[in-house]
């Protein structure tokens, strides 16, 4: 099933277990991960963003549904990391992708980004 178009999934006291590279069809298992990472695990957060509408994601009601998706995700954190959100494998632009976070983490309160 999708999430619907508020939600988000956080999962906290995440731990990785292995190394991995790609995403989407190239995504690929590259051995086990050798557990350097220090700290307390870290939360993870999950979100979708819109898929198979290149042509019309600048119409208001979609930039609004991924603008708020990302406000619940990020709701909470001190430190937010997305890499090419929704760009990749679901054909959107780079630029709105990056400002709708930009926009979402300054209204949560996310010192960096």
Partial sequence: SFLQDEEAV?????AQFSRYAGFASTFEFQGD????RRGAPPTVCAMD???G?????????????????ARAAFDGA????????????????????????????????VERL
């Fill in 33 to 36: 991960y050798d557990g350097r």
């Fill in 78 to 109: 001190r430190t937010v990391a997305t890499g090419n959100w929704g760009c990749g494998a679901f054909g959107n632009d780079h630029v709105l992708k990056f400002l709708q976070q930009w926009l979402a983490a300054s209204d949560a309160g």
């Fill in 10 to 14: 956080r999962v906290s006291g995440a």
């Fill in 53 to 69: 509408c290149a042509r019309i994601q600048f119409g208001r009601g979609l930039v609004l549904r991924d603008l708020n998706k």
């Fill in 49 to 51: 963003a819109l898929q």
